[in-house]
């Protein structure tokens, strides 16, 4: 079968590799369709030294359907159509373990979601991880509430769905992204402002006073930490998501009286529930469909900055 595999050297390489074979609590999953992640890239940046062996299969924001199932699975049966979430029972795919950038893939059984019928599989794809991941951050680590201040910074494949999320659990949302090409659908999803930079959201004439943000979830993750920190209030919480880049400094004096902390993943039920919002249309994500051979150059795209949304590649019969 053919792969995209890290190689070494910050290469990504499309490979012919023997079909898997499912451990005892394993299922064989047919990939139909695989999200492009950040995180993705970050891992070929990073290098070698940030995976157990090489080559690895990268993908780890995928569906498909069931052909094969290990010894002890239960509660599956081949022909489930089902999204993979990485909650920790086996580790990360396509960092740790191999992942789903193939035409088929191995995952833990109890790692699985059950796609509902009439749910596209691009749109089940990717709620396995931007789904799951920026929902979880912003509903179960941030608790985005109705009457809260909430700040999203990054409205990229991650940010447009936990704006949305906050949207729907009643809170205010504003918006820091610096594609202004993206603001509109920001405001489409329901955000009441859009500002270029978080440090606009603090008063520039007076920076000591802060901002008065409940809550500010980070999914960018460049220079970006800081800013979230100044603008909160006391009391209020900033949820790191965003990779963007491997280590950032925070000013000791303005943390005091406020928290930051970082949400990584979610729950397959977190994955449920954001299928079920899909389906009802309350969520509904910018993507761009691109094929399997693409899905190199689309990696490049995204270490480029030129992705709005989210790229999800969907493989051919």
């Known amino acids: 079968m053919k792969a995209w595999q890290y190689v070494g050297g910050h290469q990504i390489r499309l490979n012919e590799i ?26 070929i940046e990073v290098g070698e030294s940030a995976m157990p062996f090489l080559p690895m299969t990268q ?51 109890r790692d699985l979601a059950r796609v509902p019928d009439g749910l596209d599989l691009a749109l089940a794809a990717l709620a396995t991880d931007a789904g799951m991941t920026s929902y979880h951050a912003m509903i179960k680590v941030g608790g985005a509430t109705k009457g809260m201040k909430v700040g999203v910074i990054g409205f990229g ?25 993206a603001w509109a659908n920001a405001r489409e999803v329901g955000a009441v402002s859009c500002v270029k930079d978080a440090s606009e959201w603090v008063d520039a004439s007076n920076p000591r006073a802060g901002g008065d943000f409940d809550l500010i979830v980070d999914y960018a993750g460049f220079d970006t930490t ?30 005091l009286g406020k928290s930051i902390e970082g949400s990584l993943g979610g729950t397959v039920a977190d994955i449920e529930e954001v299928f079920d919002l899909m389906l009802r249309g309350e969520i509904t994500p910018g993507y761009e469909e691109i094929s399997f051979d693409q899905i190199g150059e689309g990696l490049e795209r995204l270490k480029n900055n030129q992705v709005l949304g989210r790229l999800v590649a969907v493989f051919g019969e």
């Open 59 to 109: 993908g780890h924001e995928n569906a498909g359907v069931i052909t094969a199932l290990g010894s002890e699975v239960t509660g599956f049966s081949v022909g489930d159509v089902v999204g993979v979430c990485s909650s920790g029972v086996q580790p990360p795919l396509g960092m740790f373990t191999p992942g789903g950038f193939a035409d088929k893939l191995a995952a833990d059984y």
């Open 157 to 181: 494949g991650l940010g447009q769905i936990g704006a949305r999320a906050a949207v729907l659990a009643g809170a205010e949302v504003h918006v820091a992204e610096m594609k202004e090409e």
């Open 18 to 43: 023997p079909e898997p074979d499912p451990a005892p609590t394993q299922v064989i999953i047919d990939v139909k369709a695989a999200g492009l992640c950040h995180s993705d890239v970050m891992y």
């Open 226 to 255: 800081q800013k979230a920190v100044n603008a909160i209030r006391r009391g209020g919480k900033v949820v790191q998501v965003g990779l963007g880049k491997p280590t950032f400094t925070i000013a000791t004096n303005t943390i």
